[in-house]
């Protein structure tokens, strides 16, 4: 009797472990009921030449894919794959056959269509089926410069005023040759804008188009014709020695470095010039490559005069070459003005401003950064105390703070650096009144003139 319950007990077991198997087995990515997931918009612009970018994703992988363009009487296949290799996303660029006749009273619509490697539905795997309107736009944005600086000068800045309109504008920017991009603000009015754009002392060449990109892919670039106004800035040829080295070359390496025990002589002067002064400027062109207006109206501000009865001990633009027993081991660009007065000077803020930075920042010591609007910020190195915090409203006329010799400097002055959206520009122009007028001011204002009549 006991025999048989052991047997009955045993069958059960069994069947309960069968059961579970199955159900494991079944709800197991091989036999997964869910549809493959297609993020496609329900409607699509497109001038049929920029690729359509196609993202599929599936639990179990993506087997087959096929994609289909109606034009409302007539079905194309444009896309069809059975994928040798199976995974869980497909990730591809999308192109139109080449030479398409477009009709444009046709409706189109475009259908994806893809089917997983589940082995449910009787090994047939889950398709899903996504349908988008396409709109055919073949129309370039249109774009047209209202007003500009006359010249850019290298190391310097320049204004620009443009109209950039379409009904489907995605993206308005100016791009420079040497891979920057400057962001624009809208201008008085809807559709028209104005940025300030920078030439870096350290490019021999300059040149920026204003470039307008539309919802279907449609580009127009125009460029932005300044007069071109080449500078000689100084070379420094700068001979290190021991003394140098050991001063305060040495306290900022063991301050930053974290192998700074491993680190002697020449490679501490070249962790300071190089990798600390990288990660130093990384930072002042973060907190100043921001444009935080989405319109303009006015902007004018006064010149800059931080320091009362000041003299320039240090220019900018000056490329400094450093050598040790007569090789080069490593080089840097000044891109500030060095001023210098009175030992703990008060540092004056000329203009009302936002602080967006203040602490210490390696080789630029205690560091204030402020921002004045339209793209325009400056910097205050070297400082011995800070009379602000982050995210304070400053007027013209405050203290900032007072001049010291803190971070790489050897004497107690202020390195002033002015930079157009996170690139330096020569301070001595921000600090000229007929300057900022001429190429500034007056720019906007018959630009504003226009735009209005």
């Given at each position: 009797?006991?025999?048989?319950?052991?047997?009955?007990?045993?069958?059960?077991?069994?069947?309960?472990?069968?059961?579970?198997?199955?159900?494991?087995?079944?709800?197991?990515?091989?036999?997964?009921?869910?549809?493959?997931?297609?993020?496609?918009?329900?409607?699509?612009?497109?001038?049929?030449?920029?690729?359509?970018?196609?993202?599929?994703?599936?639990?179990?992988?993506?087997?087959?894919?096929?994609?289909?363009?109606?034009?409302?009487?007539?079905?194309?296949?444009?896309?069809?794959?059975?994928?040798?290799?199976?995974?869980?996303?497909?990730?591809?660029?999308?192109?139109?056959?080449?030479?398409?006749?477009?009709?444009?009273?046709?409706?189109?619509?475009?259908?994806?269509?893809?089917?997983?490697?589940?082995?449910?539905?009787?090994?047939?795997?889950?398709?899903?089926?996504?349908?988008?309107?396409?709109?055919?736009?073949?129309?370039?944005?249109?774009?047209?410069?209202?007003?500009?600086?006359?010249?850019?000068?290298?190391?310097?800045?320049?204004?620009?005023?443009?109209?950039?309109?379409?009904?489907?504008?995605?993206?308005?920017?100016?791009?420079?040759?040497?891979?920057?991009?400057?962001?624009?603000?809208?201008?008085?009015?809807?559709?028209?804008?104005?940025?300030?754009?920078?030439?870096?002392?350290?490019?021999?060449?300059?040149?920026?188009?204003?470039?307008?990109?539309?919802?279907?892919?449609?580009?127009?670039?125009?460029?932005?014709?300044?007069?071109?106004?080449?500078?000689?800035?100084?070379?420094?040829?700068?001979?290190?020695?021991?003394?140098?080295?050991?001063?305060?070359?040495?306290?900022?390496?063991d301050t930053y470095a974290q192998n700074s025990d491993e680190l002697k002589g020449v490679d501490k002067f070249k962790f300071v010039n190089e990798t600390l002064r990288g990660k130093n400027e990384e930072l002042i062109h973060s907190f100043s490559s921001k444009v935080p207006e989405t319109e303009l109206l006015n902007?004018?501000?006064?010149?800059?005069?931080?320091?009362?009865?000041?003299?320039?001990?240090?220019?900018?633009?000056?490329?400094?070459?450093?050598?040790?027993?007569?090789?080069?081991?490593?080089?840097?660009?000044?891109?500030?003005?060095?001023?210098?007065?009175?030992?703990?000077?008060?540092?004056?803020?000329?203009?009302?401003?936002?602080?967006?930075?203040?602490?210490?920042?390696?080789?630029?010591?205690?560091?204030?950064?402020?921002?004045y609007g339209f793209g325009l910020y400056a910097i205050y190195g070297h400082c011995s105390a800070s009379n602000f915090t982050e995210g304070a409203q400053i007027k013209a006329g405050e203290i900032l703070g007072k001049t010291g010799s803190s971070g790489f400097a050897f004497g107690d002055h202020l390195h002033f650096?002015?930079?157009?959206?996170?690139?330096?520009v020569r301070p001595e122009e921000w600090m000229d009144e007929k300057w900022m007028k001429e190429n500034i001011y007056d720019i906007l204002e018959n630009s504003k003139e226009m735009i209005r009549n």
């Open positions: 009797m006991r025999r048989g319950k052991f047997k009955i007990l045993f069958y059960f077991v069994i069947l309960i472990c069968l059961i579970f198997g199955i159900y494991m087995f079944l709800n197991s990515k091989l036999f997964e009921r869910n549809a493959p997931k297609i993020e496609i918009e329900d409607i699509i612009y497109s001038n049929l030449k920029t690729p359509l970018p196609v993202y599929i994703k599936d639990d179990s992988g993506i087997k087959f894919v096929e994609i289909s363009l109606y034009d409302g009487s007539n079905k194309t296949t444009i896309y069809n794959e059975n994928f040798a290799v199976i995974a869980p996303e497909q990730r591809f660029e999308l192109t139109f056959p080449r030479g398409m006749m477009v009709n444009k009273n046709a409706n189109y619509e475009i259908e994806i269509k893809a089917t997983d490697n589940s082995k449910w539905n009787f090994t047939m795997g889950n398709t899903s089926i996504k349908r988008a309107k396409i709109i055919i736009d073949n129309k370039k944005p249109f774009v047209e410069v209202i007003g500009k600086s006359y010249k850019i000068s290298k190391g310097g800045s320049a204004v620009v005023v443009f109209k950039a309109n379409d009904e489907m504008l995605k993206d308005v920017y100016i791009k420079t040759n040497y891979g920057k991009n400057f962001i624009p603000v809208k201008f008085i009015k809807d559709g028209f804008y104005a940025s300030l754009v920078a030439w870096p002392a350290n490019q021999d060449e300059f040149s920026a188009d204003i470039v307008a990109v539309d919802v279907a892919g449609n580009e127009s670039v125009s460029r932005i014709r300044y007069f071109y106004q080449d500078r000689n800035y100084k070379i420094s040829n700068i001979k290190l020695n021991e003394n140098f080295i050991n001063g305060k070359v040495s306290d900022l390496a902007f004018k501000i006064s010149p800059f005069y931080p320091l009362k009865n000041a003299a320039a001990v240090a220019s900018f633009g000056d490329h400094r070459i450093y050598s040790w027993e007569d090789n080069q081991i490593s080089e840097s660009w000044h891109l500030g003005l060095d001023l210098a007065s009175v030992a703990n000077a008060e540092i004056i803020n000329s203009n009302d401003g936002v602080v967006v930075f203040s602490g210490e920042n390696g080789i630029y010591g205690l560091n204030i950064g402020v921002y650096g002015v930079l157009v959206q996170g690139v330096e």
